[in-house]
Structure formats: C-alpha cells, structure tokens
C-alpha cells in the first residue's frame, strides 16, 4: 500500500512517521502533486497556524490537489482544521471540503485554560473509523481552536462547550487529537483508516 504524508510548513510529521512504523508502515513524505495524487491513502498532518498554512498550500497547488482527491485522506488536528470551510484564526477561508466552521475556544471560567492540552474522551462514535474504538476512549489533545458540530460530525468531545473531534464527508476524515499521540486508541484509529 502506497501511503503518503503531506509535506508543508506545518507538520507533526515526524510523529506521524513513527506512528505508521509502529504498524508495520513506510509512508513518503512529499509535497509532489503526482505522487499525491498517486498515493492509496493520503495523510494530511498539522501544528501550527491556520492563515500561514493555508497560504502555503495555495501557492503550491495543494489546496485544489487535496480537494480533488479520490482515495481516503485523514486530516490530522490543523489538517482537519484546514479542510473546514473556515477558520477564525486569522480570519482564514480554508478548504470547504467540510462545511463546519473553526473557531476560538472562549471559556467563561478562568479555571478552563486555552489551548487544550492532555487527554478528553471521544464520544458519539459513528463510521468505520472508529471500529474497535469504546465509546469515550481517551485520546491527547493540543488545540486553541475547534470545529464546530455539524453533518459530517463523527466524533463529539467537550472542553469549553460540545464540538467535532471528528468529521467525514465522502473519502475526507479529519480528527481534532493526534492519533499517532493517543495509545491503543491512536493506533487503532490509524489501522482503521489503512483499512478503509
């Protein structure tokens, strides 16, 4: 299998790399269009900032390159950010692959701190992504910024208020935590979606 990460100026790609090892797996790392496009399941990292981000990705072709692909692709925390139709960070029009929209945590309690940082459970489970996945698993966080619920929303977790921990749309998948960071349940989540 032809496993592919995207390369860009805003990557855990390093984790991700040893994640899919631990599984057996050698992904290319590449921002080659052809060999995107050539990959059986595209992996689409990301830490950082969503406006710096997705301007990169432009000029380089990879928005349109990422919206037109057919096979399975997972967006990862940023890269799930960046296929939404927008972002507050910055003001950011992103992919629109998923209509949601991204916005800033505002907690009303001093107590509640931004980012989120460590582990929250994902509940209301639905798609084979989470195959072999119990409802409120555990799974690690860093995020400032969140998707808001909506159609595509396939996982659910609160911190501030209810939001999506996952979306899916078609051949697109996006989770909020890092899966190569979150354990069993990461590493569960990562061998569902090679399977897809």
């Not at 890269?79 to 209509?99: K, R, V």
């Not at 935590?177 to 979150?182: A, G, L």
Request: aromatic share 10%; glycine share 8%.
């Amino acid at each position: 299998m032809n496993t592919v990460i995207i390369q860009y100026n805003a990557g855990n790609i390093q984790s991700v790399l040893y994640a899919l090892e631990r599984l057996g797996v050698e992904a290319t790392v590449t921002d080659n269009v052809a060999a995107i496009q050539a990959a059986d399941k595209v992996i689409f990292p990301g830490v950082g900032e969503a406006s710096t981000a997705m301007q990169y990705l432009k000029v380089r072709g990879l928005d349109q390159t990422i919206k037109n692909l057919k096979q399975p692709v997972l967006g990862i925390c940023l890269g799930m950010q960046l296929m939404c139709a927008y972002s507050e960070e910055n003001d950011t029009t992103c992919m629109g692959i998923f209509e949601e929209h991204v916005k800033l945590f505002k907690p009303t309690a001093l107590q509640i701190k931004v980012p989120q940082i460590g582990w929250n459970t994902i509940t209301n489970l639905k798609s084979d992504l989470f195959k072999g996945i119990n409802e409120d698993s555990f799974a690690y966080f860093v995020h400032g910024y969140y998707a808001s619920l909506g159609d595509h929303t396939i996982a659910t977790t609160n911190y501030v208020q209810a939001y999506s921990s996952a979306l899916h749309k078609d051949n697109f998948y996006g989770v909020q935590f890092h899966p190569e960071k979150s354990s069993k349940v990461g590493a569960q989540l990562i061998q569902n979606f090679l399977n897809l």
